[in-house]
């Protein structure tokens, strides 16, 4: 008799193998969509200029 997995949302399957399949992608679409609003927040922010950095100083 083969072991029987059962998720967290009651899909059952016959290998660990296909579950992990099944699921592992999910938390990484999620997290590639908050670190893409992560980004366009930060880069919504306005900047402000630095001073003292630009070329030749102190040539």
Do not use: M
């Amino acid at each position: 008799v083969a072991a029987s997995y059962t998720t967290q949302w009651g899909t059952t399957h016959t290998s660990i193998e296909t579950t992990t399949r099944a699921y592992a992608g999910t938390e990484s679409a999620a997290a590639v969509r908050h670190y893409d609003k992560t980004l366009e927040r930060l880069r919504a922010q306005p900047v402000a200029p630095q001073r003292g950095r630009g070329r030749g100083r102190g040539r």
